[in-house]
Every structure is written in C-alpha cells, then in structure tokens.
C-alpha cells in the first residue's frame, strides 16, 4: 500500500473505549520515524522521519462553524500541541514528550468528565432512535414475514436480513461503547481530586 | 436573597476555574491567561488547552466572563476576555469561603499541636 518511500497509509480506526490504546500505538509509530501526517476516513498517512518521542492525545468536541474552529485549534497550539487532523468530532494532537508546557489535554478530571459527557451526548443522540424505534419496528416485519413465509425471497434473504443483522451488530457495539465509557467515567468520579 | 442563589450555583469553584476567573480581572487571551495561571501557582498548575477551552465556554455561558468582541488581540487576533460584574462578586464570596476553611484548618491544626 505505499504510495512511495517517504509515505505510507494504514487503513484502520479505533473504539471510543481504546481510545489510549491508539495514542500509545500513534505514539510507537513515532518512534519507528513514522510520524502521523494526515487523518482520513477510516485511514491514517504516515510521513518517514526522524524517530522521535512524540505524545498523541486525542480530544472529542463539537465544533460549530469555522470561527470556533480556528479559536480551538489556535488554544492547542499556543499550549505546545500541533492539530494534525480530525476523524468526525475526534480531533487528534500531538506533541513532544519532553517540553515545558501541560502534557494532557486535560488537566483535572472535572473537564475530562465533561469531555466523556460530550461523547456519551453524541452516541445517545445518534443510536437512541434507532435503538427504540427502527429495530423494533425491523424485527416486527421480520415476524410478520416469517407469518407469511415471505423470509426465503431473495430480496428478502440476501438484502434485508443482512441489513437488519449488520444494523443490530452495530448497535450492540454502540451500547457496549456507552458501557466501557461509563465505566471510564466512574473511574474517574471515584478519585477525589478534582 | 436571589443572589446568593446565583452564586451557590457555581460555588465551590474547581481549583482550575478560579484561578482563571481571578486570572480575567485583566482582560486577556487564552494563552495569557495559561501563562499567568502557571506564574500565579509557580508552576504547580499547568492548564491542559481542552481544560482551558471548556472552562471559558462555561464561563461565558455563566455569564461569569465576556468576550470582548471587537478587542481582539491585535497582532495575533486571540479572543480576549475579561471578568463580569457577577464574576467579581462571586470571586469575593469564593475569598470569604477559602479564608474560613484556612482558618478552621489552622486552628484545629494548632488545637491538636501542630
């Protein structure tokens, strides 16, 4: 897959719950000389350099409009963390491991709640409808269709039920996401600094 | 009576939020005020930029600090901001707090000796 010498795409994405887990593997690739350049869909560019001990933190935030944008953006930066992309509302940083400024994006857990809040905000508002009402509403016509003995048309076999299948596949992951970020969240509550 | 409510809504305030509200008795930008926060606490406290991003949102939203539109920084155009009214009185309530807690803590320090 690589486009020359100097580059290198990697296909891949990570659950919100690995969300560490994929800052330390950004932050290996560093140390291999492959720095993180650009963040598309569902893939990462990685430039050859010099290896180097780097720290990747990624935050979640909403941002409206290009004024907002440039005001966020410019906060990371003037605190020492370069903006190397976003995937969705997941914005990635990074910055050098040894330096002079804050090494977290968060620095008390006040706003690292907040910042799980946001997440937790976002999934709801994306799966509560089809959770409570498309997948129900799917299933219901499935039964209907097994009453009718409908299931063995092909349209039917090889396009509906997939569909259905993947879309509660996909949900369950969502509701297993909400868990792992509760937990994260209740981690963080039980410690008593702020 | 009404104000007191107002204030007890966001008192306590976290340790990062009132040293940025007292940071704001001068206007300034977001890096000003990481700059001045890390001068005040000398250097105990380092504010993360996502702390700092969502503590003046919230803020704002307080209605505890304003933007001053119009008075941006001018050479790096930074949004500045400065304290409210209702900011400086809620600072004041925080004072009278924080002085009774030293207090309590001082003298029941000495009462057991030490």
């Known amino acids: 897959m690589n486009r020359n010498e100097d580059t290198k795409t990697i296909v891949r994405t990570f659950f919100a719950w690995q969300e560490e887990k994929e800052e330390k593997w950004l932050s290996k690739m560093s140390k291999e000389g492959w720095h993180l350049c650009r963040v598309g ?18 935050d979640f935030k909403v941002i409206m409009g290009k004024s907002e944008m440039k005001d966020y953006i410019m906060m990371f930066k003037d605190s020492g963390w370069e903006h190397i992309g976003n995937f969705g509302s997941w914005f990635y940083f990074r910055t050098a491991a040894e330096g002079d400024h804050s090494l977290e994006l968060y620095s008390d857990n006040r706003s690292k709640i907040e910042k799980y809040r946001r997440l937790l905000l976002v999934l709801g508002i994306i799966s509560f409808p089809v959770i409570f009402f498309s997948l129900p509403n799917l299933y219901m016509r499935i039964i209907d269709m097994a009453a009718d003995s409908v299931l063995n048309n092909p349209i039917v076999f090889n396009i509906y039920l997939p569909f259905v299948i993947l879309l509660t596949i996909v949900e369950l992951v969502v509701i297993y996401a909400v868990i792992r970020i509760l937990l994260i969240i209740r981690k963080l509550r039980k410690d008593i600094r702020q | ?62 209605k505890l600090i304003i933007p001053e539109d119009g008075r941006q920084d001018p050479g790096s155009r930074r949004k500045v901001y400065s304290i409210t009214e209702f900011g400086i009185e809620l600072i004041g309530y925080e004072i009278k707090r924080l002085e009774e807690m030293l207090k309590n803590a001082k003298l029941l320090l000495k009462e057991r000796g030490q």
């Open chain 1, 41 to 58: 869909f569902f893939n990462y560019r990685f430039k050859k350099g010099s290896p180097s001990d780097m720290i990747y933190k990624f």
């Open chain 2, 1 to 62: 009576m009404n104000q007191i409510k107002r204030i007890n809504k966001y008192s306590p305030l976290t340790e990062s939020m009132f040293y940025i509200l007292i940071a704001l008795l001068m206007p300034l930008h977001g890096y000003g005020i990481m700059q001045k926060v890390e001068i005040l606490s000398e250097g105990r406290i380092r504010l993360g930029p996502g702390t700092l991003y969502g503590a003046l949102s919230n803020l704002v939203e307080a």
